[in-house]
């Protein structure tokens, strides 16, 4: 299972940095930020299924997955990309645990230290302190996230809602070159999720990269 583009890229190497927000006022981007996390406040779980679309430097297509993933507000995060390239990515409100099946590679991650860093963990929360580590701007429809301090990654994530208020389109960008695009489909929002979802049983005989005591 390998997410090695996109999301699970960001998350497995702990990406921290991401572009200054350009040129926006205070007040707009005070205004998109608030409205931002309005939007997300309507949304207590969320599961769909995805078809994502790697691009390179260049905009040309260099792959294309798809998988599931669910969303429980205000801390879990399940998402699943599905074969020829397995992995799974959990969120349990305490670590995100990320599952590469191609290498049998087990990584682990503390979850409140990648929230600081991390747009997409970021969705999760509701913790003020989190968001203000990020900028949020609107262009043409598109939310977008950004770490407020620029490093070297510059990674960003933007959103689209659809009518009903629902996560449509998640573009991850990573600052090098690479843009992914996740198209949701079959979208239930609001819906009882089972917790066992963001529960993880560690498989026998991988390797296992703990990242949480370093």
Known sequence: MTMKYGLSQMVATAVAGVALLTAAPFVYAQDAYEQLRTKLAAIDTLQAQFEQQVFDDRGELQEQLSGELTLKRPHFLRWETE????????????????????????????????????????????????????????????????????????????????????????????????????????????????????????PAHVDIDDQRSR
């Open 83 to 202: 074969f020829p390239d397995e992995s799974v990515m959990v969120a349990d409100g305490r670590a995100v645990w990320y599952y590469n099946a191609f290498v049998e590679q087990l990584s682990i991650f503390d979850q409140a230290q990648d929230l600081e860093q991390n747009p997409m963990l970021v969705l999760l929360s509701d913790d003020e302190s989190a968001w203000q580590s990020f900028e949020v701007s609107v262009d043409d429809g598109m939310w977008y996230i950004r770490e407020n301090q620029a490093s070297y990654a510059q990674t960003s994530l933007g959103i689209r809602f659809s009518d009903s208020n629902a996560i449509q389109t998640l573009k991850i960008d990573d600052g090098q070159g690479q843009v992914s695009v996740f198209e949701l489909s079959q979208i239930r929002m609001n819906e009882p999720v089972n917790d066992a979802l963001f529960e993880v049983e560690v």
